[in-house]
């Protein structure tokens, strides 16, 4: 009887250990299960992620190639804009040759392996000044040129993204503005790197006789064409840079923008290559106006002849000149107050025979002053000289 006892009671052990491990099998193939399905989830979590970051990736490239296109199509509409403003001679521009240059820009900028040409209505020509302040009002100088790219349905079309079946965005809708400008103020230059000049002619002219030339006061009997000077009127009335009568404009003559005394083997050279990097070191101070709008230069009354033969080999090419306001002093002990810089076109020079018949012709011409100092103040206004284009929006 005892025997039987334990023998049942093996039994019954047997069945519940039996019981107990389908138990644990059971539960393992549930937890199986369970993290397939949440693999699963989380696998289509991380595919949905990755396809969002791409497009977001792709969106982010192409706004920048965008804005790349922008600055390079507003850069190339107001160079081409101070081309037609310095072969016009005045604020007159063509601007469908304007609309031609930033359209061979924007053909030639791939925008999501697209190009995003230039719609008309995205063109604007107007004045941007030096307070950031954008105006299309006719009667300020026309100075800056405004662009907007679009990839938008109605423009270019949108931008397709890879995986819009997964995001439900199937495309994405662009724009970049971008705004080029070139400033009238300039009140003065900064010094030249090594190896770099500044165009500067080193011969002052009066600001009365500048004034009467910008206002059609003086002659115009001579105009430059694709063939070189000829005798004629263009509209652009001329200057002499030679000394004639009495007074300040009697006093007129060559600055020294280098050490004292400029010899005549120096003026040759900055008549022939501009003044240099030396020159400034040697003036010891820089081409810029002081707090009172100012800036003294010694000088020697007069042009000596022999510089006439660098003068003359400048005949039809532009420069940039010195205006003063006032100068002291006669012969090597002149000092001449500028207070503006000028663009002009050398058209004439003859320094021998009488003196009445000496002259050096130039005309007011659009300019662009490499190494020119922005004048935020706006108190330093030039006519016919600007900044390289630069961008500004």
């Known amino acids: 009887m005892r025997d ?5 009671s093996v039994i019954v052990d047997k069945k519940q250990i039996s019981s107990t491990n389908g138990f644990v099998r059971r539960s393992r193939s549930a937890r199986d299960g369970s993290a397939l399905v949440l693999g699963l989830l989380l696998s289509i979590g991380v595919i949905g992620l990755t396809a969002v970051t791409m497009d977001l990736g792709y969106i982010r490239l192409v706004q920048t190639e965008l804005r790349r296109s922008a600055d390079a199509v507003a850069m190339a509409g107001c160079w081409e804009l101070f ?9 007159d521009y063509d601007y469908q040759s304007i609309e031609d240059a930033c359209n061979g820009i924007a053909a030639s900028n791939s925008v999501g392996e697209a190009f995003a040409a230039l719609d008309a209505n995205d063109l604007h020509l107007g004045h941007f000044n030096v307070d950031g302040n954008w105006s299309e009002e006719t009667n300020l100088p026309t100075n800056a040129v405004r662009v907007t790219l679009r990839r938008e349905s109605s423009t270019n079309g949108e931008l397709p993204l890879f995986f819009g079946a997964i995001t439900g965005r199937s495309s ?12 009238y103020e300039i009140d003065g230059f900064y010094e030249p790197e090594s190896g770099e000049i500044l165009n500067v002619l080193p011969i002052a002219l009066d600001l009365e006789t500048w004034i009467s030339a910008t206002s059609g006061q ?11 000077v000829q005798s004629g009127s263009d509209g652009v009335h001329e200057a002499n840079l030679y000394p004639q009568g009495t007074g300040a404009p009697g006093n007129r003559g060559t600055v020294d923008i280098g050490g004292a005394d400029n010899s005549t083997n120096d003026l040759s050279r900055q008549v022939l290559t501009g003044i240099s990097r030396q020159d400034i070191i040697d003036l010891g101070k820089s081409l810029e106006f002081d707090e009172n709008g100012e800036l003294e230069l010694n000088g020697d009354t007069g042009i000596s002849a022999g510089i006439k033969n660098e003068l003359a080999s400048l005949i039809g090419k532009t420069r940039i000149i010195p205006i003063y306001s006032e100068v002291v002093g006669n012969g090597n002990n002149a000092m ?3 207070v503006r810089w000028e663009g002009v076109r050398i058209l004439d020079v003859k320094l021998t025979g009488k003196k009445e018949s000496k002259r050096v012709i130039v005309q007011p011409q659009r300019v662009i002053a490499r190494h020119a100092r922005v004048d935020y103040t706006g108190s330093h206004v030039s006519s016919h000289l600007l900044t390289p284009v630069l961008l500004v929006e």
Not at 4 to 8: E, H, L, M, P, V
Not at 83 to 91: H, L
Not at 218 to 228: A, I, R, V
């Open 4 to 8: 039987r006892s334990i023998c049942s």
């Open 218 to 228: 003086t002659g115009d009997e001579l105009q430059f064409t694709e063939n070189g």
């Open 336 to 338: 001449f107050k500028i």
């Open 172 to 183: 994405q809708g662009l724009y970049a503005t971008a705004t080029a400008a070139m400033f």
């Open 83 to 91: 081309e037609q403003v310095k072969a016009s001679g005045s604020d």
